[in-house]
Protein backbone atom coordinates (compact mmCIF):
# COMPACT_ATOMS: atom_id res chain seq x y z
CA UNK A 1 0.00 0.00 0.00
CA UNK A 2 1.62 3.21 -1.07
CA UNK A 3 2.14 6.38 1.55
CA UNK A 4 0.97 8.32 -0.80
CA UNK A 5 -1.87 10.18 -2.30
CA UNK A 6 -2.76 12.08 -5.17
CA UNK A 7 -4.71 15.55 -3.93
CA UNK A 8 -6.07 18.17 -5.42
CA UNK A 9 -7.77 21.11 -3.57
CA UNK A 10 -11.31 22.39 -5.19
CA UNK A 11 -15.17 24.04 -4.90
CA UNK A 12 -17.70 21.38 -5.37
CA UNK A 13 -20.70 22.22 -8.32
CA UNK A 14 -24.48 22.12 -6.99
CA UNK A 15 -26.55 19.97 -9.35
CA UNK A 16 -28.52 21.86 -11.71
CA UNK A 17 -24.50 23.63 -12.41
CA UNK A 18 -23.74 19.84 -13.55
CA UNK A 19 -26.45 19.16 -15.43
CA UNK A 20 -25.95 23.00 -17.14
CA UNK A 21 -22.43 21.43 -17.47
CA UNK A 22 -24.06 18.08 -19.08
CA UNK A 23 -25.72 20.05 -21.65
CA UNK A 24 -22.77 22.04 -22.89
CA UNK A 25 -20.80 18.48 -22.97
CA UNK A 26 -24.16 17.03 -25.35
CA UNK A 27 -23.79 20.23 -27.56
CA UNK A 28 -19.93 19.43 -28.24
CA UNK A 29 -20.36 15.83 -28.72
CA UNK A 30 -23.01 16.42 -31.54
CA UNK A 31 -19.70 17.43 -33.43
CA UNK A 32 -18.12 13.92 -32.90
CA UNK A 33 -14.55 15.64 -31.72
CA UNK A 34 -12.00 13.28 -30.55
CA UNK A 35 -12.45 13.98 -26.99
CA UNK A 36 -12.76 12.09 -23.65
CA UNK A 37 -15.85 13.31 -21.54
CA UNK A 38 -15.04 14.23 -17.64
CA UNK A 39 -17.61 12.64 -16.51
CA UNK A 40 -20.48 15.24 -15.81
CA UNK A 41 -20.80 14.24 -11.63
CA UNK A 42 -16.62 14.84 -11.84
CA UNK A 43 -16.81 18.17 -13.21
CA UNK A 44 -15.75 20.87 -10.41
CA UNK A 45 -12.96 23.99 -9.97
CA UNK A 46 -9.78 23.32 -9.38
CA UNK A 47 -8.51 26.05 -6.46
CA UNK A 48 -4.90 24.04 -5.99
CA UNK A 49 -3.59 20.63 -7.81
CA UNK A 50 -1.10 19.03 -5.20
CA UNK A 51 -0.21 15.68 -7.51
CA UNK A 52 1.45 13.07 -5.43
CA UNK A 53 1.91 13.77 -1.76
CA UNK A 54 2.16 12.05 1.76
CA UNK A 55 -0.65 10.63 3.21
CA UNK A 56 0.25 12.78 6.65
CA UNK A 57 0.30 15.96 4.98
CA UNK A 58 -3.37 15.79 4.76
CA UNK A 59 -3.25 17.07 8.55
CA UNK A 60 -1.00 20.26 7.93
CA UNK A 61 -3.15 20.87 4.40
CA UNK A 62 -6.25 20.52 6.56
CA UNK A 63 -5.16 23.32 9.09
CA UNK A 64 -3.99 25.42 6.05
CA UNK A 65 -7.30 25.45 4.68
CA UNK A 66 -8.99 25.92 7.94
CA UNK A 67 -6.74 29.12 8.54
CA UNK A 68 -7.65 30.77 5.09
CA UNK A 69 -11.67 29.40 4.99
CA UNK A 70 -12.21 31.43 7.95
CA UNK A 71 -11.16 34.66 6.43
CA UNK A 72 -13.60 34.30 3.53
CA UNK A 73 -17.40 34.14 2.90
CA UNK A 74 -18.60 32.35 0.59
CA UNK A 75 -18.56 32.57 -2.79
CA UNK A 76 -21.46 33.52 -5.84
CA UNK A 77 -20.26 32.37 -8.95
CA UNK A 78 -21.68 30.20 -12.43
CA UNK A 79 -20.26 28.12 -14.95
CA UNK A 80 -20.34 31.20 -17.84
CA UNK A 81 -19.52 30.71 -21.56
CA UNK A 82 -16.85 27.76 -22.67
CA UNK A 83 -13.35 27.49 -24.50
CA UNK A 84 -10.28 25.74 -25.37
CA UNK A 85 -6.56 25.71 -23.88
CA UNK A 86 -4.28 26.14 -25.05
CA UNK A 87 -6.08 27.50 -28.41
CA UNK A 88 -8.04 26.62 -31.01
CA UNK A 89 -5.19 25.43 -33.38
CA UNK A 90 -3.59 23.25 -30.40
CA UNK A 91 -6.40 21.59 -28.47
CA UNK A 92 -6.17 19.54 -25.53
CA UNK A 93 -8.79 20.99 -22.85
CA UNK A 94 -12.53 21.93 -23.43
CA UNK A 95 -13.01 24.63 -20.77
CA UNK A 96 -16.57 25.89 -19.07
CA UNK A 97 -15.79 29.56 -17.80
CA UNK A 98 -16.22 30.90 -14.30
CA UNK A 99 -18.38 34.39 -13.72
CA UNK A 100 -19.73 35.88 -10.14
CA UNK A 101 -17.29 36.74 -7.23
CA UNK A 102 -14.12 35.77 -9.85
CA UNK A 103 -12.44 37.85 -7.61
CA UNK A 104 -12.98 36.99 -4.45
CA UNK A 105 -12.04 33.54 -6.13
CA UNK A 106 -8.79 34.95 -7.06
CA UNK A 107 -7.91 36.46 -4.19
CA UNK A 108 -9.20 32.81 -1.96
CA UNK A 109 -7.01 30.74 -4.63
CA UNK A 110 -4.31 33.26 -3.69
CA UNK A 111 -3.88 33.36 -0.21
CA UNK A 112 -4.71 29.43 -0.28
CA UNK A 113 -1.63 29.66 -2.38
CA UNK A 114 0.45 31.08 0.19
CA UNK A 115 -0.29 29.03 2.74
CA UNK A 116 0.30 26.00 0.79
CA UNK A 117 3.85 27.83 0.14
CA UNK A 118 4.43 28.46 3.84
CA UNK A 119 3.88 24.61 4.53
CA UNK A 120 6.10 23.46 1.93
CA UNK A 121 4.50 22.99 -1.00
CA UNK A 122 5.45 24.42 -4.58
CA UNK A 123 4.02 27.60 -5.24
CA UNK A 124 2.06 27.42 -9.02
CA UNK A 125 3.62 29.93 -11.17
CA UNK A 126 1.21 30.13 -13.88
CA UNK A 127 -1.61 32.58 -13.74
CA UNK A 128 -5.15 31.15 -12.30
CA UNK A 129 -7.62 30.73 -14.78
CA UNK A 130 -10.38 29.41 -12.92
CA UNK A 131 -12.36 27.03 -15.10
CA UNK A 132 -14.58 23.48 -15.42
CA UNK A 133 -12.43 21.02 -17.16
CA UNK A 134 -15.36 19.31 -19.38
CA UNK A 135 -13.32 17.43 -21.79
CA UNK A 136 -9.94 16.39 -22.85
CA UNK A 137 -8.80 15.62 -26.86
CA UNK A 138 -7.58 12.72 -27.90
CA UNK A 139 -6.18 14.28 -31.18
CA UNK A 140 -6.51 17.31 -33.04
CA UNK A 141 -9.86 18.24 -34.35
CA UNK A 142 -11.01 20.37 -37.00
CA UNK A 143 -10.96 24.02 -36.54
CA UNK A 144 -14.08 24.94 -38.46
CA UNK A 145 -16.17 22.93 -36.46
CA UNK A 146 -14.52 23.72 -33.20
CA UNK A 147 -15.38 27.08 -33.91
CA UNK A 148 -19.06 26.73 -34.92
CA UNK A 149 -19.25 24.47 -31.66
CA UNK A 150 -17.99 26.97 -29.49
CA UNK A 151 -20.18 29.75 -31.33
CA UNK A 152 -23.13 27.39 -30.27
CA UNK A 153 -21.91 27.88 -26.38
CA UNK A 154 -20.48 31.11 -26.26
CA UNK A 155 -24.02 32.74 -24.04
CA UNK A 156 -24.26 29.60 -22.33
CA UNK A 157 -24.44 30.34 -18.32
CA UNK A 158 -25.74 28.46 -16.00
CA UNK A 159 -27.55 29.56 -12.54
CA UNK A 160 -25.85 31.17 -9.43
CA UNK A 161 -24.68 28.94 -7.26
CA UNK A 162 -22.97 29.66 -3.64
CA UNK A 163 -19.73 27.98 -2.58
CA UNK A 164 -19.90 26.73 0.74
CA UNK A 165 -17.01 24.99 1.61
CA UNK A 166 -13.46 24.07 -0.08
CA UNK A 167 -12.80 20.58 -0.30
CA UNK A 168 -9.37 18.18 -0.44
CA UNK A 169 -9.74 15.14 -2.77
CA UNK A 170 -7.85 11.95 -3.33
CA UNK A 171 -7.90 11.26 -7.24
CA UNK A 172 -7.21 7.32 -8.15
CA UNK A 173 -6.73 7.21 -11.51
CA UNK A 174 -8.75 4.35 -13.41
CA UNK A 175 -9.02 2.89 -16.41
CA UNK A 176 -12.41 4.12 -16.98
CA UNK A 177 -11.48 7.48 -15.65
CA UNK A 178 -10.58 9.35 -12.25
CA UNK A 179 -12.30 8.06 -8.99
CA UNK A 180 -12.63 11.12 -6.65
CA UNK A 181 -12.53 10.96 -2.89
CA UNK A 182 -13.18 13.07 -1.09
CA UNK A 183 -11.20 13.77 2.26
CA UNK A 184 -11.80 16.99 3.34
CA UNK A 185 -14.47 19.36 4.45
CA UNK A 186 -13.87 22.96 5.20
CA UNK A 187 -16.71 25.84 5.34
CA UNK A 188 -15.96 29.33 4.31
CA UNK A 189 -17.01 30.98 7.39
CA UNK A 190 -15.14 34.32 7.14
CA UNK A 191 -16.29 37.52 5.66
CA UNK A 192 -13.91 38.71 3.62
CA UNK A 193 -15.35 40.03 0.40
CA UNK A 194 -13.23 41.60 -2.09
Known sequence: MSDKIRAFVALKLPANTISAIKRVQEDFKRHRFPVRWVRPENVHL???????????????????MKS?????????????????????????????GISGETFHLLDLRNSLEKRFEEIGFKKEERPFKGHLTIGRFREKADTGKLLEALKKVRNFESEMFV????????????????????LLKVPLTGDKIV
Do not use: H, M, Q
Not at 51 to 60: F, L, Q, R, S, Y
Not at 163 to 182: F, H, I, M, Q
Open 68 to 96: CAGDYAPLSLSAKGAGIFPGIARPRIIWA
Open 163 to 182: AWNLYLYKSDLKPEGPVYTE
Open 46 to 64: TIKFFGDIPKNDVTKIDAA
